[in-house]
Structure formats: structure tokens, C-alpha cells
């Protein structure tokens, strides 16, 4: 899994704020509107308890303190443990917590301990960033491109092949794009065809993975993958209206999908 830098987590408040008022002027919603419809939950006054975690790489500086901003953000009640790991487990559960937020390398999880309900990270990202990509109010078009079918833009596909959309999708691993073919009925999408797209959602870890050709005036480019999909140049050139949040979407999607 490609991890955060605090670089990325950056003045977290003033990236959420920005990404909601973007997600409202795309889909009419803000992000709260776009989960509670996603998953017809609304918080109810959960307590959740942030865990730091040091195994693998570590710790990484302003994750917890993102994590808490993010769930304050949204309206939960937080904290984050003074101790890590086990003992930071131990430590939120008997402190109240309803909801433990915590990751290691590999996994980031939500688990709501009142009612068992239990989410990763990168299906719910890709959900969401789905579901706000199929939300686009400028468009009556049903094609939408999905460029990285990996742990997050896979379980995306799903989401809107399941909301009737005519799903593009392009990987540059072939097994992962034959097995979406397979599996899902999208179409295998060549990257250097011309077609131009209302509607984009991409996840890699990659840069500059959506070429200019694909790009239409005011498209909507929904994307988790970090670095950024387009150049700087491009989104101006085109005014695309560009969803990219390195932590806080997918997190709301965790805490709803476990309320
Ligand atoms: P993954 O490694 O499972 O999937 C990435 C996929 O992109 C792979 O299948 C790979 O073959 C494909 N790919 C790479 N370069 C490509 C290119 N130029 N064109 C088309 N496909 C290409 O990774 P995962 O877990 O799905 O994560 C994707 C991105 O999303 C990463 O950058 C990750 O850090 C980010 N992410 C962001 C979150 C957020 O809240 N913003 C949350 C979770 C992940
Ligand atoms: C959850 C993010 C989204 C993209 N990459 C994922 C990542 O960076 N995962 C690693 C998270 C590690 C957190 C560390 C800590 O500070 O508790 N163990
Ligand atoms: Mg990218």
C-alpha cells in the first residue's frame, strides 16, 4: 500500500473544507448527504477512539491527529490513546470508545464495538469516490472511466457497474484488468483511444495517469490515488472539478458503513 507522508496530511481541515465544497458543487450533496445516503446511517453520538499503531513503518506524524480532526470534523465525539498499539487498544476501550479507528501498514480499519460492524479503508474509499464520480449533476451521460481496478478503484467498478453505469476501465496490470472484465462485464478501455469522458474515477499510486485526450470541459475527476491524476495545467485548461482528499472521504465512508 503506497502510505501517507505528514507532507499529504497537511492542514487537514482546510483540505476537508475544500473537497466538501467541491462535492457540493458537483453532486448537490455535501460529504455528510453523500454517506447518509450511501449508507441511510447518521451518527448518534458514538464515541470513537483513535489508536496509534508503530508496527512496519511506523508511526506516521499527523495521522492520529488528522484522524482526530477528521472525525471532529464530521461530528463525532474522539480521542486518540496516549499508548500505542495493545495497550492503546486496552486503553480506548476502557475509556468508552464505541468505534476504534486504527491502521497499520497494510490495513486501515473501523470497528464499531456495540454492533460488530467492521470496515477497511480502501473498499470504502473507492465506494465513495464512486458514488460522488456517479453523482455528477452536469451530465446525463452513463459512461464513466475507471483507470487503477487495485484494493480501491476494484470495489469503485463494482459500485457503479451495480448503479447502472457503462463502466471504461483501465489498468496497466492486464490480469487485473481481464479479471474486472471477467467479473464485472466493464470494458476494457484503451488508453490512447480518443474518447473523451464527463465522468472519471481513478485510483492509483500514480501521476499523470489520465491523458489529455480523455478530458472534456468541466469533467469531473474523482480520485483517492495520490500524487494527483492531472498536471496542474490541465485541470485549468479544462476546469475539471477535481474530488482528491488524501484521508478524510474515506474515512466518513468507514464510520458510516459501521453506524
Ligand atoms: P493498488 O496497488 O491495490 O491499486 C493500484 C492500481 O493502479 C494497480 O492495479 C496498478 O496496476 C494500477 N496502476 C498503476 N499505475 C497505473 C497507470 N498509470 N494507469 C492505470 N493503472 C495503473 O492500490 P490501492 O490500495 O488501490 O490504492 C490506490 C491509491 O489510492 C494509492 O495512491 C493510495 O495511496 C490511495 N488511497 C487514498 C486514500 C484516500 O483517502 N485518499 C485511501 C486509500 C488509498
Ligand atoms: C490510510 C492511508 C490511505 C493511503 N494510504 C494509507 C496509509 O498511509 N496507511 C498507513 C497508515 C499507517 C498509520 C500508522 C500510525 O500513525 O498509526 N501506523
Ligand atoms: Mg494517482
Known sequence: MALLTPDDLRDINKQLQEADSIVRR????????????????????????????TAGNGII????????????????????????????????????????????????????????KIANNQPSTGIIYAEIASRNQKTDSKDVLVVGLGKVGFPGAVHLVHKGFRVYGYDTDKTLLKRAVSSLGIIPFDIESPKRFSTIFEATPCANTIPETLLSENCVLSTPGIPCAISEELRLKYNVQLVMEPLGIGTASMLYSVL
Open 26 to 53: 458537483v453532486t448537490g450533496l455535501d460529504i455528510k448527504g453523500i454517506c447518509k445516503t450511501l449508507y441511510g446511517t447518521s451518527p448518534n453520538s458514538e464515541k470513537i477512539g483513535i489508536v496509534p499503531v
Open 61 to 116: 506524524k499527523n495521522f492520529s491527529a488528522s484522524l482526530h480532526a477528521i472525525t471532529q470534523y464530521f461530528g463525532f465525539d474522539s480521542f486518540v490513546t496516549d499508548m500505542s498499539d495493545v495497550s492503546g487498544y486496552y486503553e480506548a476501550v476502557r475509556s468508552g470508545a464505541d468505534i476504534i479507528l486504527m491502521a497499520d501498514d497494510h490495513t486501515f480499519l473501523a470497528h464499531n464495538l456495540k454492533n460488530g
